[in-house]
């Protein structure tokens, strides 16, 4: 009885897979689909689009922060006063170090998302050591 129940799923499985599988099978794989035909006739109203506001200045919302760096629970990760230090210059990084005492200048990043999981990102433009 349980070998009829089996064997009957497994039908189902596969011919459910098949018509998963077929149900594009009229169209060549790759290649692109057809654009749709333009009308001929005008809109009465256009949609409104929305401009992109323009990117924030260099240096708006630069803020600098002194303290000393201490290491993250993740490894490679630093913070300094609860901020996520996030430097992508090899000069710059060289100088941060867990224990050194810093003075950072940058911007934070609230909505960055990072592999840390603690601290507000904040991006490093310049680092000097106290």
């Known amino acids: 009885m349980t070998i009829r129940r089996f064997s009957l799923s497994a039908v189902l499985l596969v011919a459910l897979s098949v018509a998963g599988c077929a149900n594009g099978a009229g169209e060549s794989a790759g290649a692109p689909a057809a654009a ?72 934070a990043e609230e909505g960055m998302m990072t592999t840390c999981q603690q601290g507000t990102p904040f991006v490093v433009t310049a680092i000097r050591a106290n």
């Open 36 to 107: 749709p035909a333009a009308s001929s006739v005008a809109p009465s109203s256009a949609v409104p689009t929305e401009e992109s506001s323009p990117a924030k200045p260099a240096g708006t919302g630069s803020k600098t922060l002194s303290g000393t760096i201490i290491a993250g629970v993740e490894p490679g990760c630093l913070l300094l006063d609860d901020h996520l230090l996030l430097i992508e210059d090899p000069t710059l990084k060289a100088a941060a170090k867990a224990g050194a005492s810093v003075t950072v200048t940058g911007r």
